[in-house]
């Protein structure tokens, strides 16, 4: 398990210099504010952050942060980061859940989030998501907002609008 871990560990090392140029930005975060507090992500958990569903989400840095989840693990292509929660996103997600012992139902919820979150851990002075391929780096802000590496700097991942520079 030791040797996994680091093995993981290394991978998410490696995969920021790879996620800052094909990926500019997708990221994994856990967690939304309650609504009227900016949209931003926070550290309480991914099971609140809100459901995707095909036509009835807004195209967002949540979508996004999806999108970087599914190719961190190797069902989606770094083109498919669009931050805009489309058909061929819920296949993959079905595919995602289906391999994951979840009702492989297109639909990001609770459930979901929950399954993706237990693959956050500590990478250094970051976080990462550790994805079957790809680790996703994340870093915690002073006020507990995740934050993504985008463009060339870290900023907050937005649940209400799309601010990546990969999805623009």
Known sequence: MTVRRSQGLRRASLSVVL????????????DHRP???????VAAGLTTAGQLTVGGTPPSDLVG?????????GYAAPSSVTCAYD??????????QNNHQLSPDG???????????????PAGRW???????HGLPLRLDGDGTYEVYDGGRFHRLRTDIVTLTHCR
């Open 127 to 133: 976080m990462a998501y550790l994805g079957e391929r």
């Open 19 to 30: 996620l800052g140029a094909v990926c500019a930005g997708a990221g994994a975060a856990p």
């Open 65 to 73: 942060l999806w999108q970087s989840v599914l190719w961190a693990d």
């Open 87 to 96: 058909e061929a996103t819920a296949a993959a997600t079905r595919i995602w």
């Open 107 to 121: 639909i990001v919820g609770p459930a979901t989030w929950g399954v993706a979150a237990e693959r956050i851990a």
């Open 35 to 41: 609504s009227g507090l900016h949209g931003e992500l």
